[in-house]
């Protein structure tokens, strides 16, 4: 189990790394990032005298040297364009981006696993075909497309919640939903057929024959066991929600890193875009880790090797 | 499995005690996350967004009618960087600042230049010295005179080298070529330049005075996020990303503004913009799309304002590239392009006439200059003349921010293609790269660019030149006449005499349309919209300012 660990934590730190690699080199590639950063007026020997001052003139690796050796220290740099710490920066909008991923990741997770529980334990009714129609709309409708709707429906038409920005509860609703609409649909999807899968199965038979009670049975061992391949979707979500969360943060005027990210790739703020790329590669190979090392304690069947 | 109770299973869960299983740990899992939702809604996560949502000002923004504070709010696209003008010259830092901070001078609605924190301001006699009396009683909002002393403090701490090498970009104090500034008595200062140069007159109305004491205490950082100002509201809290609220200065020399509250919301997506303003959740909206319009011309509550900017839009033609290097074949591009239909169906008729020459200042303009017909055949004629060859490539560089701007490309490119130019093409640019490319005068082909100037005719000339602003058509060093610009452009840098000036702004502006480096279009247009209980209107040289020289504050009218 150690060793499985000790391995699985390498290979996050490579991936890791390999992001902001390849984030670099491209930022590297698309243009030079002091002739972005001077003022309209400069002259070619200020651009000159500001690219060498900032240190724009060395090779990549140079400067992507330079930028580790200081990253593993926790210091990411100073924003080439809001002259104060990336870190500083990025911690200031993350409580935005983690209380929306957040809710619409409890959304996705709460709402899918409810509504597939519903459609498997009642196939073919109603409830079913509902959800099963719900689930294909929540696919196939794109965050932007949902969000907008959600703002013209419930804030423009209805008026009972407001259409952006930041502010409590009721400035939360909205753009949680329309960023947890997709994973609900999916998991909802997932949840049910997986369902279906293990209410088929001799041992939910067996439990039943046993006399179990119905709840114990559809809990206890069918849903326990149906649950396996949602636990890796939910883990997956995070990285659909911090992705969504870009679009979705600019439709409802969201402060959240994403936002924060655009704007600096826009403006070729290498030590911005670096530290945010990180960070956010980071938190999630980490979660990916933890979810697959939870794998061995919600089945006993996984054994680490 | 359709017989199992889901209202049971509810129940027989409630009733179990806690046990620590696997089970239990897939049960917190699910809670968890169910928790995490409830304590992302209640905001409990977010410090910078709690106060965005409770402060008074914020609170205020969503109910601003009726009795009580009275609050403006406005939604834009974007937000400057930084809240210190010496560090960004972007036109949202003007939008946010022209509320806090003041000029010596200011343009008025009608372009004129107008007194501000001077009482009186005196051209140079020498050439060199600009003198200004200011205005007494003056005050920053913390309690600092705003005085001489203030003004040399902007120009000396703009001009400082080790500033500079800090990423300072103040460009006023460099354009205007200023050699020192002169503490004659605490309300009279000189701003010296160190060769003559009318040209430093109009830069007076864009460096904001900065307080001495306060910007001397901070660190840049800090200064980037704790603005001080003697302007008619005070910074009150910026929310980055979210909202920056201002109150009224009570203490304010022209008295105290109408509007209690100014709130600049930052609302990226247009039609999120648009839904705020219907809904009454803000009062004037930025970027307006031509397209929605009609949606609020339709609203009784609502009305649209368009501001006609003095960015002039046109097409850069490189001159040093081969296929543009003749004259002929660049002449021939003003008669390829329908620019009265590019105005009328693409626009929707908003920027109201096509450019004749770069120079719109009233007064100014060469009226011997006529704008070139739409004339396909001569086009024709032009291009075969050159030798152009119709096989080659040709590209039209844009960015898509902008009203309509890649419309109007795509506009240009059918024409071009109509003409005969089969390959033509635009190619899309992220707006940083399409600005380095203009910084390293690095087009090779043509590029749909606008450049804006202070309101006044003897700068408006410079533009070509890449002395003021960002220029790749290498109009001064690879064409016929570009030598004799440069050499009448310095001299008009020189002129204090009114009748030489307009004498030789004349000349240049022939000089410039005989080579056609630049394909003029049009005025950029901004669209606003504006809830009708909003007294206020934009205006063309700053687009957004509420308290104009020689007009009222804007006000809550509803």
């Known amino acids: 189990m150690l060793r499985y660990v000790v391995h699985r934590v390498l290979l996050a730190v490579l991936v890791v790394a390999g992001v902001s690699i390849v984030s670099f080199g491209l930022l590297f590639l698309s243009g030079d990032p002091a002739a972005a950063l001077a003022g309209d007026n400069w002259t070619r020997t200020q651009i000159d005298e500001f690219r060498h001052q900032m240190g724009f003139d060395r090779p990549w690796y140079v400067q992507y040297g330079d930028f580790v050796s200081h990253a593993v220290r926790g210091d990411f740099g100073t924003s080439l364009r809001e002259h104060r710490p990336v870190f500083e920066l990025l911690m200031e909008r993350m409580p935005a981006t983690l209380e929306l991923t957040g809710t619409a990741f409890g959304i996705s997770a709460v709402l899918g696993i409810a509504l597939g529980v519903v459609s498997a334990t009642r196939r073919r009714s109603l409830y079913d075909r509902a959800v099963l ?172 090797e | 499995m359709s017989e199992i109770d889901l209202r ?18 897939l049960r917190q899992g699910l809670s968890g996350a169910a928790a995490a939702a409830i304590l992302g809604a209640s905001g409990a996560l977010s410090p910078g967004g709690r106060s965005a949502g409770l402060s008074p000002a914020a609170a205020l923004a969503a109910s601003s009618v009726g009795a009580g504070p009275k609050t403006l709010t406005m939604a834009q696209a974007g937000e400057p960087s930084t809240l210190d003008p010496q560090f960004e010259q972007s036109g949202i830092i003007g939008t946010y600042l022209n509320a806090m901070m003041e000029h010596v001078m200011e343009f008025d609605r009608n ?219 660049r002449t021939a591009l003003n008669y390829a392009i329908n620019v009265d239909n590019i105005i009328k ?69 059918a024409d071009l293609k109509k003409l005969g130019m089969s390959r033509a093409e635009v190619q899309v640019l992220q707006s940083a790269d399409f600005t380095s490319k203009l910084k390293a005068k690095e087009f090779d082909d043509l590029y749909l660019n606008l450049l804006g100037a202070p309101s006044y005719g003897p700068i408006e000339v410079a533009l070509p030149t890449g002395d003021l602003a960002l220029d790749s058509s290498h109009f001064t060093d690879a064409t016929q006449n570009g030598p004799k610009y440069l050499e009448m452009y310095h001299e008009v840098r020189e002129t204090f005499d009114t009748r030489r000036q307009h004498d030789l702004v004349n000349q240049l502006q022939a000089l410039f349309m005989e080579e056609s480096a630049w394909i003029l279009l049009y005025r950029e247009a901004y669209l606003f919209g504006v809830n009708k209980r909003t007294d206020w209107r934009p205006t063309s040289y700053t687009r957004i300012h509420f308290w104009l020289p020689d007009e009222r504050d804007a006000r809550i009218i509803g």
Request: hydrophobic share 45%; glycine share 8%.
């Open chain 2, 8 to 25: 049971d299973v509810a129940r027989q869960l409630a009733a179990r005690g806690p046990r620590v299983t696997r089970r239990a740990l």
């Open chain 2, 345 to 413: 169906y693409v626009l929707g008729g908003i920027p109201k006439e096509r450019l004749r020459t770069p120079v719109i200042t009233p007064g100014w303009p060469n009226a011997g200059i006529k704008p070139y017909p739409f004339d396909p055949a001569k086009a024709k004629e032009l291009l075969n003349a050159a030798g152009f060859d119709w096989n080659q490539k040709v590209t039209l560089y844009t960015i898509t921010s902008g009203m309509k701007r890649l419309d109007v490309a795509q506009a240009i490119v």
């Open chain 2, 111 to 329: 372009l004129s230049i107008k007194n501000v924190l001077a009482q009186t301001s005196t051209p140079p006699k020498d050439g060199v010295t600009y003198r200004f009396r200011l205005r007494s009683n003056m005050k920053f909002w913390d309690g600092e005179p705003v005085d001489a002393a203030a003004v040399k403090f902007t120009y000396e701490r703009g001009l400082s080298k080790d500033n500079r090498a800090k990423g300072l970009s103040d460009p006023v104090p460099v354009l205007q070529g200023v050699d020192h500034v002169r503490v004659v008595d605490p309300l009279t200062v000189e701003v010296v330049t160190a060769k003559p140069s009318t040209l430093a007159w109009p830069f007076f109305c864009q460096e904001f005075i900065l307080a001495p004491k306060h910007y001397e205490s901070l660190s840049f950082q800090d200064a980037a996020i704790k603005p001080m100002g003697s302007g008619p509201w005070r910074f009150a809290h910026w929310t980055k990303g979210d909202r920056l609220e201002m109150t009224a200065n009570a203490d304010y020399w022209r008295g105290k503004p109408q509007i209690d509250n100014l709130v600049f919301r930052t609302v990226p997506d247009a039609s999120t913009r648009l839904a705020m303003l219907e809904r009454g959740e803000v009062d004037i909206i930025t970027d307006v799309d031509p397209d929605d319009l009609a949606t609020i011309r339709g609203n009784a509550k609502l009305r649209a304002e368009a501001a006609l900017t003095t960015f002039r839009v046109h097409i850069g033609v490189p001159c040093n590239q081969a296929k543009w290097k003749d004259r002929r074949a």
């Open chain 1, 133 to 304: 129609v719900l689930t294909l709309a929540g696919q196939s409708m794109p965050v932007f497309w949902v969000g907008t709707m959600l703002i013209l429906v419930f804030a423009v038409r209805l008026g009972w919640l407001p259409i952006a920005g930041m502010g409590g509860l009721s400035h939360l609703v909205l753009p949680a939903t329309a960023l947890g609409f997709f994973p609900v649909a999916r998991n909802a999807r997932v949840v049910r057929s997986s369902m279906l899968e293990v209410l088929g199965a001799d041992y939910v038979r067996t439990a039943r024959a046993k006399g179990l009670p119905g709840p114990r049975v559809l809990l206890g061992h069918a849903l326990r066991n149906a649950l396996l391949p949602v636990v890796t979707l939910l883990a997956l979500d995070i990285g659909y929600l911090l992705s969504g969360a870009v679009i979705t943060e600019s439709i409802f005027a969201w402060p959240g890193v994403g936002r924060l990210t655009v704007a600096a790739v826009l403006g070729k703020d290498l030590p911005l875009v670096e530290a945010a790329v990180v960070v956010l590669a980071a938190g999630f190979v980490m979660i990916n880790l933890t979810v697959d090392l939870c794998y061995g304690v919600i089945d006993p069947r996984v054994r680490f």
